[in-house]
């Protein structure tokens, strides 16, 4: 199965199924003399695990990480880090019934035409589960990002029609609210929206926002390896993720350019912008503004309601799906477009030392002997 590796220096590879023994990621490109332990990688999966809050799937989950190689002594080896989380409460009969036919709204049917064949157990490797090991990974650039001085930040920017007051941002709110917002108001707000939606056995969508700040400059590479290309791709790998946006997104396309434009002034020998329009990214590049990031995510497909489909064999049927299920898949997937904006920045800074040749001299030459 190809599509399970991200990355080029700091590479990782994802594995496991919702329902199989167990989950996790291997790393590769993590530099030696970090210091880590499991308690650094389970701040991150405590954040996305199940069985937290009342508006998320009942699934009761540890997530407990176990460090399986890679590190010695409480720091880093250089060697590949291998990283596993066992599955400790599957029920995989809540599946039975519809091992036969496809869920709409899911994988079922995409996958079993590419592979024919599927592991109908909570959707396999398409699972919101196997998102366990992109967290794991993205703890560990997100500990060697912050020692860069670059800090990453995403939380619930709306839940169907309730939105964030951004003016009212509360950092500690997003790791204290149920929904991930920023503004505990708005949190209150989507709650109750929340369990209105639960009464009528339906689910909704919304929208999460992730901000990158102290990258310098120049971060990215033009053509087809532009930084906010692969923040999009690595974003929309998120399963439910349907739409991106960078900076002001989609608002652009209204503007004159007079309006759009970010204009640049010196502040104490150094560039920078009056706006910030762009999200921190021109050509491909980040220009040293914060990175701001959109993601756009869809209702969770599972509802509690007869649903029209059609079996295996080609014959129209209803399906009433059963389960564990969060009636909103926002909040647990905050931390998950956090990390993998985390990966994307840090792979794209550590391919940057190949930029210019002072880099390497400032390191490699004879001066630095």
Excluded at 26 to 48: F, H, M, S, T
Excluded at 180 to 187: Q, T
Excluded at 233 to 259: L, Q, Y
Excluded at 286 to 313: L, N
């Amino acid at each position: 199965m190809a599509g399970s590796i991200y990355g080029t220096v700091f590479r990782i590879t994802t594995w496991g199924e919702s329902h199989g023994k167990a989950l996790g990621v291997v790393i590769d490109g993590c530099p030696a003399g970090l210091e880590l332990e499991e308690g650094d990688i389970q701040l991150y999966l405590d954040r996305r695990k199940p069985g937290v809050t009342r508006i998320a799937t009942p699934r009761k989950e540890a997530d407990a990480v176990e460090i399986m190689s890679g590190v010695f002594e409480g720091r880093t080896t250089g060697t590949p880090i291998s990283l596993m989380v066992r599955n400790t409460s599957q029920i995989s009969g809540d599946y039975s019934e519809i091992a036969s036919c496809y869920r709409p709204g899911h994988a079922d049917y995409t996958f079993d035409r590419k592979y024919g064949f599927r592991d109908y157990r909570g959707g396999g490797r398409s699972s919101g589960r196997e998102t366990v090991g992109r967290v794991a990974a993205g703890a560990i650039a997100c500990k060697i990002l912050k020692k860069l001085g670059v800090t990453v930040c995403a939380y619930t920017r709306s839940i169907g029609p309730v939105e964030a007051d951004l003016s009212e941002f509360d950092r500690q709110a997003i790791l204290e609210t149920p929904t991930a917002m920023p503004d505990r108001k708005a949190d209150a707000a989507a709650v109750a929206y929340l369990e209105s939606v639960r009464r009528d056995t339906d689910s909704v969508g919304g929208c999460m926002e992730c901000l990158v700040e102290g990258i310098p400059s120049g971060i990215g590479d033009p053509v087809f390896e532009k930084l906010d290309a692969n923040l999009a791709k690595a974003i929309m790998s998120i399963g439910a993720v349907k739409a991106v946006e960078i900076g002001d997104g989609h608002e652009v396309s209204e503007r004159r350019g007079s309006e759009n434009n970010d204009g640049f002034r010196m502040e104490e020998e150094k560039t920078v912008k009056a706006s910030n329009h762009a999200g921190g990214i021109l050509g491909g590049i980040s220009d040293g503004d914060s990175i701001v990031v959109r993601a756009y995510v869809k209702p969770t497909p599972s509802i509690f309601r007869t649903q029209q489909t059609v079996s295996g064999s080609g014959e129209n049927v209803e399906i009433n799906i059963k389960g564990r299920h969060d009636p909103v898949i926002v909040p647990r997937a905050v931390v998950v477009m956090e990390c993998m904006t985390a990966l994307t920045v840090l792979d794209s800074m550590m391919l940057n030392l190949s930029a210019r040749m002072t880099y390497l001299t400032s390191f490699y030459g004879s001066e630095s002997k």
